[in-house]
Each structure stands twice: as structure tokens, then as C-alpha cells.
């Protein structure tokens, strides 16, 4: 059974930093592009970046880039997002999410999407 | 960066059918996933490909895709598919998965 356990939420101020990691079993860890994805309480899904399996390709939405890095520990099945300079506004549930993709011979096109989500972790950025 | 846009709100008797559309223009390139939320609950895929479920989907959830729409439409909609209804597509690089829709709550009556 595929299972994603985001950990390391809580309260910070403004400015500060947080950690936040997702244990992964279940599957070939290390075979698989893995993402962090949020919710605002009260909002809808916001993408938040995304790291391939051998940590080649990294993106990050413009409202984290420069602040938050995401990494992975394929030894340890274990995906990580590093805040930084954290702010009101990235208040959220975070919730780490297994990508997956294939080629679809019938169509001829290339899939992707999010097979697995964890449960999610709360960050709360307030003074 | 892309933008895939829903209709906040629709309503389906107990029983009907209801279609939640979501247009963008990455959808022309990538067919779009389809999440169901429920209040406190992680998002679970429902739809993925150009028509595909995942196990334990029930088949009345269906996916189409025309030029820069995706459809999710819920056939005899159950007072269990009440829910939040999100689309997600790769973004117009291609580079991520990093376009979610906006969002329908969908309400069984």
C-alpha cells in the first residue's frame, strides 16, 4: 500500500523558517517525480514545486521561488521542502503528492498526474 | 505560467448528471487530471488520461477533452460525490504539473 506522511508543520513568525518532510513506502520510491502541493485555509489547490527522481529537474511556483527548496533522500524514501523568509500568505495545509507518468499508445500522448497524496501537514506563518 | 478556469458552483439532483468543465489553454497540449476533495480530506484522483479511473472510482465519473476544455461529468450523482472538484494539467512549458483549476464545489439537492 502506497503511503506519504508529510511531518514538520506548526506555528512560525513571520521570517522564519520551517521544514517540512513526507516518509514514503509502498513503492519504488526513487523511480518517481515527487511534488508539494498547498491549500490556504479555505482556498483551492496551489502547486508548489516539484523535484524529478534523481533530483535532475526542480521547479518552484513563482510565489515560493527564491524562499522555499525542495530535495529528496532516495536512501531514505524521503521527500523535503526547506522554507525560508516565511510569510502570512503561505499559511497552508501542505500536502505532498506522488507523480506519475506514462505514454498512452493509443492516444500518442504523454500523461501526468497525481496518483498519491499524503495527508498534509499545517504551516501557520503568524506573530 | 498556464490558468485553468471552472465554474465555482454547480448543483445535481440526487440521481442526475452533472458535467464540471475546466478551460485552459495547456489543456490543447496535456489532458487534464481531476481531483475530488472532501471538507478535511486530501484531494483523491477520480479521473486521470483521456478517460481513465483508478481503482475504487466508481464508473459513473467519466473524463472527455475538447480542444481547450476538459469535462469531468458524474452520471447519477450520488449525496457521496458532494464535494470539491479540482482539474490539474502540466503547465504550458511542460516542464511540471504546476496548473490546477480553480475549483467546483459540487452540490448534490
Known amino acids: 500500500e502506497v503511503q506519504l506522511v508529510e511531518s514538520g508543520g506548526g506555528l512560525v513568525k513571520p521570517g522564519g523558517s520551517l521544514r517540512l518532510s513526507c516518509a514514503a513506502s509502498g513503492f519504488t520510491f526513487s523511480s518517481y517525480s515527487m511534488n508539494w502541493v498547498r491549500q490556504a485555509p479555505g482556498k483551492g489547490l496551489e502547486w508548489v514545486s516539484s523535484?524529478?527522481?534523481?533530483?535532475?529537474?526542480?521547479h518552484y511556483a513563482d510565489s515560493v521561488k527564491g524562499r522555499f527548496t525542495i530535495s529528496r533522500d532516495n536512501a531514505k524514501n524521503s521527500l523535503y521542502l526547506q522554507m525560508n523568509s516565511l510569510r502570512a500568505e503561505d499559511t497552508a495545509v501542505y500536502y505532498c503528492a506522488r507523480e506519475t507518468s506514462y505514454y498512452d499508445i493509443l492516444t500518442g500522448y504523454q500523461h501526468y498526474y497525481f496518483e498519491y497524496w499524503g495527508q498534509g501537514t499545517l504551516v501557520t506563518v503568524s506573530s | 505560467s498556464s490558468e485553468l478556469t471552472q465554474d465555482p458552483v454547480v448543483s445535481v439532483a440526487l440521481g442526475q448528471t452533472v458535467r464540471i468543465t475546466c478551460q485552459g489553454d495547456?489543456?490543447?497540449?496535456?489532458?487534464a487530471s481531476w481531483y475530488q476533495q472532501k471538507p478535511g480530506q486530501a484531494p483523491v484522483l477520480v479521473i486521470y488520461?483521456?478517460?481513465n479511473r483508478p481503482s475504487g472510482i466508481p464508473d459513473r465519473f467519466s473524463g472527455s477533452s475538447s480542444g481547450n476544455t476538459a469535462s469531468l461529468t458524474i452520471t447519477g450523482a450520488q449525496a457521496e460525490d458532494e464535494a470539491d472538484y479540482y482539474c490539474n494539467s502540466r503547465d504550458s512549458s511542460g516542464n511540471h504539473l504546476g496548473v490546477f483549476g480553480t475549483g467546483t464545489k459540487v452540490t448534490v439537492l
Open positions: 523535484i524529478s527522481s534523481s533530483s535532475s529537474y526542480i
Open positions: 495547456s489543456l490543447r497540449s496535456y489532458y
Open positions: 488520461g483521456k478517460n
